[in-house]
């Protein structure tokens, strides 16, 4: 298939990169002359495992490319317009499907999400359809959007159609996610001839998923936009749970890790996402539970999805409790204290540092008087620009020099297999916190630390 991918940053690098690779002819757009650059150098702009191999590999085979103008998704060699006005799009004998991948961030002030980028894509998109092209929506909307969107697509290009394909990639597991997916969502036109035609160019883009087994689901626009709105409330939900289940366990001295595994092995509640600690962050929870609230609001059923709020609060309060415990451990005040963290990324095996729990701690730690000091794997020239004022270090060694306590926030797994006992000589007092209830308390205890976590007893 002869495939575009409109916005080149998280979402459409993998997916362009996936798809090149499944032997599609990709191209990738974005408005970023920088990313562009690196990206058809064939560099991913940033950390995501699997991702560099499969973009040189892409690049090199001819089968993708990236460029800055939308005028050339169907020709790269499409002359500038300026100089050589473009002829009224005829029927293509090769029709194209056309990936819409950009963010749809919060606004700012609200809970809303900013669909403006969307509407952008499509904007430059309209005027370059041909007869028989495919838009596909992957981006996360609010629910109303696509049927808007199909509606813009008809006006300006008839014979051309419209499907909503949501995105369930998890960061740091992004490449597979995508190459083989849990399942495939398919929100098709009403008219039954638009729907079918949709529904062939869709199978033939994800042929090699579809003959792996992958569960296909087809349904309306509102619904494929439902599902990852309605997939990620879940998620956000269950973790906040048993966060909350952590705040009771602290009252009641009991433990929340032993109280998640006895609840994990009821196959209706299951194991996944139902680990105690720190809480969600990210570019996609936070905003996607905070756009839903939004949009149920607009439509009258605001009263639905209330629980998302306390949702979002408990997730919130985890940070403050974090630093409430930090504080607790070095004798009620940080004044005059060196603290040492571990981890900046949101997630482990990530870059991405938005709206990341283990920054927010950092930073409140620091406003009450802390000297802290930063390390992380991936993330640390991210963390600098968006966090100037804390401190960074390369190593973990160099981060934990004299520190009077050490707080894991982000469970690398390099950070999870840490020698206790090597760390003892690095700094001043063996206090750990474990943010994410990743290490074994015994043998940091053994080796002569302080361990404290969040929903477990002191000892």
Not at 211 to 239: H, M, Q, R
């Amino acid at each position: 298939m002869r495939i575009s991918v409109l916005g080149c940053g998280y979402l459409g690098a993998v997916h362009a990169a996936c798809m090149a690779a499944l032997g599609h002819r990709v191209v990738g757009v974005d408005t970023d002359d920088v990313k562009v650059k690196e990206l058809a150098a064939g560099r991913a702009p940033f950390y995501e495992p699997g991702l560099p191999e499969l973009l040189r590999d892409s690049v090199a085979s001819g089968r993708l490319t990236f460029t800055t103008q939308v005028r050339q998704v169907h020709d790269p060699d499409t002359p500038d317009p300026a100089q050589h006005p473009t002829p009224t799009p005829t029927p293509d004998p090769d029709p194209m499907v056309h990936f819409i991948c950009v963010g749809t961030p919060q606004r700012q002030g609200e809970y809303a999400a900013d669909t403006s980028y969307v509407e952008a894509a499509l904007t430059s998109l309209l005027p370059h359809l041909h007869p028989g092209d495919l838009v596909v929506g992957k981006s996360t909307v609010p629910v109303g959007t696509a049927a808007r969107a199909a509606d813009r697509i008809h006006e300006a290009a008839p014979g051309a159609a419209l499907a909503w394909n949501p995105e369930f990639l998890r960061e740091g597991h992004a490449v597979h996610d995508t190459q083989s997916p849990d399942r495939l969502v398919y929100g098709l036109p009403a008219d039954p001839a638009a729907a079918d035609r949709a529904r062939a160019m869709l199978n033939e883009v994800y042929a090699s998923q579809l003959a792996a087994g992958t569960p296909l689901v087809t349904c309306d626009y509102a619904t494929s936009e439902l599902v990852k709105s309605a997939a990620n409330a879940f998620l956000s939900t269950k973790i906040s749970f048993i966060n909350a289940m952590a705040e009771v366990c602290e009252a009641a001295g009991a433990d929340v890790t032993l109280l998640a595994d006895a609840m994990g092995h009821d196959e209706r509640i299951g194991s996944k996402f139902l680990r105690p600690g720190l809480g969600f962050g990210g570019g996609c929870l936070p905003k996607d539970i905070r756009a839903f609230m939004a949009r149920a609001g607009e439509l009258g059923a605001d009263q639905a999805l209330t629980f998302l709020r306390e949702v979002d609060a408990i997730n919130m309060r985890r940070r403050s409790r974090m630093v409430d415990l930090a504080r607790e451990v070095l004798g009620g005040s940080f004044l005059g204290r060196r603290v040492a963290v571990l981890g900046a990324a949101f997630k482990p095996d990530s870059d991405d540092i938005r709206d990341s729990p283990a920054l927010n701690v950092a930073a409140q730690i620091r406003l009450q008087g802390a000297d802290v000091v930063v390390t992380d794997p991936a993330a640390l020239e991210n963390a600098r620009r968006a966090w100037p004022q804390l401190q960074y270090a390369e190593s973990v060694q160099e981060t934990c020099e004299s520190a009077d306590a050490v707080l894991l926030l982000t469970e690398w797994q390099q950070y999870r297999e840490l020698d206790p006992a090597l760390l003892g000589r690095t700094v001043r007092s063996r206090h750990i916190l474990d943010g994410r209830n990743a290490l074994d308390p015994r043998r940091w205890r053994e080796a002569g630390w302080t361990y404290r976590a969040l929903g477990r007893p002191r000892s």
